[in-house]
T-cell receptor, first 115, second 115 residues
Framework: DTAVSQTPKYLVTQMGNDKSIKCEQNLGHDTMYWYKQDSKKFLKIMFSYNNKELIINETVPNRFSPKSPDKAHLNLHINSLELGDSAVYFC???????WGAGELFFGEGSRLTVL | QQQVKQSPQSLIVQKGGISIINCAYENTAFDYFPWYQQFPGKGPALLIAIRPDVSEKKEGRFTISFNKSAKQFSLHIMDSQPGDSATYFCAASKTISGTASKLTFGTGTRLQVTL
């Protein structure tokens, strides 16, 4: 049983296209995240939602739009893709109280390649 | 600005040896310090974590040492095994709005354990 699942695992697309990545968690967590890992493996937070409400919104181009239809799902839509968007995008979830809030469970990642 | 500095960038240790990875942070608002282990093609997985009111935490072969006054913490892997070969990330967490945690990651250490 996969705790945090992302689809698709790989995306290859042309510059200027729009793409979406979907994420679902079955851990019963209230908080979900999107992280970006660049080619140097550096991990940086992009967004966080708690029970469908946006909590963290880092300095991310507004071509990136997260959507949380319910607390178990957090999707990421990217418009007008650019070469620099190529990266691995990780979805994660955590509890929203106490020390558990700092313990994130990550999905396996979605590798986006923009040509 | 890199708020969590991690060293070394890469580490080669013989089987049975001790692997040591060091991290330093700047922001005293961080309230939780997890370590993540990442295998190629997988998402980061929580390995061990420590709160700032504790100086050491041990789980099996993995130990975190934490020095609050120096704003430093380290991961020790005792009796290192080839299966430990992975990239290790330290992180520092700050609770946001009481419902989400913003993890700031170190730059990662690629550990290779040789036979």
């Amino acid at each position: 049983d996969t705790a945090v699942s992302q689809t698709p695992k790989y995306l290859v697309t042309q510059m200027g296209n729009d793409k979406s990545i979907k994420c679902e968690q079955n851990l019963g967590h209230d908080t979900m995240y999107w992280y970006k890992q660049d080619s140097k493996k550096f991990l940086k937070i992009m967004f966080s939602y708690n029970n469908k409400e946006l909590i963290i919104n880092e300095t991310v181009p507004n071509r990136f739009s997260p959507k949380s239809p319910d607390k178990a799902h957090l999707n990421l839509h990217i418009n007008s893709l650019e070469l620099g968007d190529s990266a691995v995008y990780f979805c994660a979830s955590s509890q929203d109280r106490g020390w558990g809030a700092g313990e994130l469970f990550f999905g396996e990642g979605s590798r986006l390649t923009v040509l | 600005q890199q708020q969590v500095k991690q060293s070394p960038q890469s580490l080669i240790v013989q089987k049975g040896g001790i692997s040591i990875i060091n991290c330093a942070y700047e922001n005293t608002a961080f309230d939780y310090f997890p370590w993540y282990q990442q295998f190629p093609g997988k998402g980061p997985a929580l390995l061990i974590a420590i709160r700032p009111d504790v100086s050491e935490k041990k789980e099996g072969r993995f130990t975190i040492s934490f020095n609050k006054s120096a704003k430093q913490f380290s991961l020790h892997i005792m009796d290192s095994q080839p299966g430990d070969s992975a990239t290790y990330f330290c992180a520092a967490s700050k609770t946001i709005s009481g419902t989400a945690s913003k993890l700031t990651f170190g730059t990662g250490t690629r550990l290779q354990v040789t036979l």
